[in-house]
């Protein structure tokens, strides 16, 4: 098996090559949330770096509740068709597949987006996140069924604009994390309890969207392989609510783990000798691999191509993620493709004072910031300065905005 081989998915779909790039939120919509040029310039340059599956940043369903100011959104009566088409036509009909990945961010949406965020139960995050996001309200079923078929919506208006599949967003404490997080959803209804219970949001979703966009159209999710939390998503739990994925019928799940509370998707904290290893998530991966039928990609901490292919040659995974390494170079697919013996120069970052470091995830702005000059027509900076990346987050949020999080 090597990283230029085709991946047949379940629906018949087939990905050119074993790379995917992860979902990487941009935060560039234009006013109404709608991906103006700057979202077709950058992803054109991945579609020029060769990356077999490119996944969008997370494009919200609801414009009341939003990760991020400046969020792509899909929902009734929002007017984006033609900006979407634009957006799905970078990879012009060619083999590359560019999915949308959608999302819903419970109570991870800023105090000074939403006044009252949702989440299963009304339960905060926990400090000092608490001083950055509301006490959630706990959603009705009615308001739960209601979100359940905004993700078909949005799965069916990506489908009609060119998209090539989408991606439920499951992981990193967002609302489908939320709902599978025994710490997080405390509920005594059919949508909490039991795993089997807590894991039925997920597997509506997942239904809801099959039904919209029928049965050879890819559907894939990104999933905890654990909360890595005292109280929350077992890597057990993990494992089952893969299998019952899978056996539905779905196409592709990405591996990761953690959340702002937890946030060991961006290798914080991981262990030296996991690093070495360079995927975070391999092992927990092989696990979830032996019990499901379809597709497993793995992503965060893989730097070189000997050790993507040395996974791929232990069948530990099916396609490799890459996050980070593409936004410093978004031609690293095609040299690694090529057999290029390149390594990606992603490394921890910090602004030397534990305040800021708590205060601005250097970690998810700084690189959204790279996205962003991506946008603009040019290429990464590498060696941008930490500060600039604080700076405009300032700038773009607000100074009014930054005192109400404090």
Known sequence: MKLSNSLTLPCGSILPNRLAKSAMSENMAKKGNIPGPEFYNAYKLWVQGETGLIITGNVMIDSRYKGEPNNVVIEQGLDNKQELKNWSQVTKGGPLHLWVQLNHPGKQTPKFLTKEPVAPSAISLAPPLDRMFNCPKELSEQEILEIIDRFAFASKVSKECGF???????????????????????????WGGSIKNRMRFVTEVYKAIRKEVGPKFPIG??????????????????????????????DLIEISGGSYEKPVMTGIPIKDSTKKREAYFLEYARDIKK??????????????????????????LDLVGLARPLCLNPNFSKQLLNGELIESQVHPLTSGFKMLDKLFPLEIIWYTMQIKRMGKGK???????????????????GMESIKRVR
């Open 379 to 397: 290429m990464p900076n590498p060696n941008a300065n930490v500060y600039s990346a604080i700076l405009k987050t300032v700038f773009e949020t």
């Open 291 to 316: 019990v499901v039928q379809c597709p497993i990609m793995v992503t965060g901490g893989f730097r070189t191509g000997r050790f993507m292919n040395e996974a791929l040659l232990n069948n530990e």
């Open 164 to 190: 090539q599949g989408v991606q439920i967003h499951g992981a990193h404490g967002y609302l489908v994390s939320q709902f599978l997080s025994s710490s997080h959803n405390k509920r005594e209804d059919q």
């Open 221 to 250: 999710i990104k999933l905890n392989s654990a909360d890595f939390n005292k109280g929350g998503f077992t890597h057990e739990e993990s494992i089952l609510v893969a299998k019952a994925l899978s056996t539905l019928g779905i």
